[in-house]
């Protein structure tokens, strides 16, 4: 059971443009929202967390929003470029559950020059 | 490089053989994780130790499987009769505890990718 679902799988962008993920939750336990980028042949990296107490998140051109009603929250990537290409994961995890993360299916990133 | 680190990067064994995994997490960290990524998908839980204690350990990790972290620093994972189901990229990841006021950001090693023919 995947608690927590991503799309799109994959997208393509144009330089410039704006990349926008979108994940869903069902457990409102989850207190901890981050966002991970993979590049091939290497480990996720951690680009930018939310927590439930705010909607929304701004580190340079990413943008998590989140909505708690919905249990949704969604990436953007502003100006996307195309060292920006990589695998984006989105997560959850909850503070009585020792941070383990529950981790989306993930979205393959294409910029194209 | 302060960063997690993970021995080998590659392994490719036979089914029927046992192999071992190193992490070496952040030297303040206390808390371990390993996850298990297959192509195409979100890395998977598989265990977690605070210090040197296995506090939880995934459905995912059948019996063949072991982890273990002497005296809460590096870790091992351990998978005997190894099957062509375990090829996977093997991820390991460090944190702080929250109780320490900071938050549960988890850094990840590169991976040791495991190849079973």
């Known amino acids: 059971q995947q608690q927590v679902k991503q799309s799109p799988q994959s997208l393509i962008v144009q330089k410039g443009g704006i990349s926008i993920i979108n994940c869903a939750y069902e457990n409102t336990a989850f207190d901890y929202f981050p966002w991970y980028q993979q590049f091939p042949g290497k480990g996720p990296a951690l680009l930018i967390a939310i927590r439930p107490d705010v909607s929304e998140k701004k580190e340079g051109r990413f943008t998590i929003s989140f909505n708690k009603s919905a249990k949704q929250f969604s990436l953007h990537i502003m100006d996307s470029q195309p060292g920006d290409s990589a695998t984006y994961f989105c997560?959850?995890?909850?503070?009585?559950?020792?941070?383990?993360?529950?981790f989306g299916a993930g979205t393959q990133v294409v910029v194209t020059p | 490089d302060t960063g997690v680190s993970q021995d080998p990067r590659h392994k490719i064994t036979k089914r029927g053989q046992n192999v071992t995994f190193r992490c070496d997490p952040i030297s303040e960290h206390n808390r371990l994780y390993w996850y298990r990524q297959t192509l195409g998908q979100g890395p998977e839980f598989l265990t977690y130790?605070?210090?040197?204690?296995?506090?939880?350990k995934s459905r995912l990790l059948s019996d063949r499987f072991s982890a273990e972290r002497p005296k809460g620093s590096f870790s091992t994972l351990e998978i005997q009769r190894t099957e062509q189901g375990d090829s996977a990229m093997y991820l390991c990841a460090s944190s702080l505890d929250r109780t320490s006021g900071m938050n549960n950001e988890q850094f990840f090693g590169p991976g040791t990718r495991l190849t079973v023919l």
């Open positions: 130790f605070q210090n040197e204690a296995q506090l939880e």
């Open positions: 997560a959850a995890s909850r503070t009585d559950s020792w941070g383990k993360l529950q």
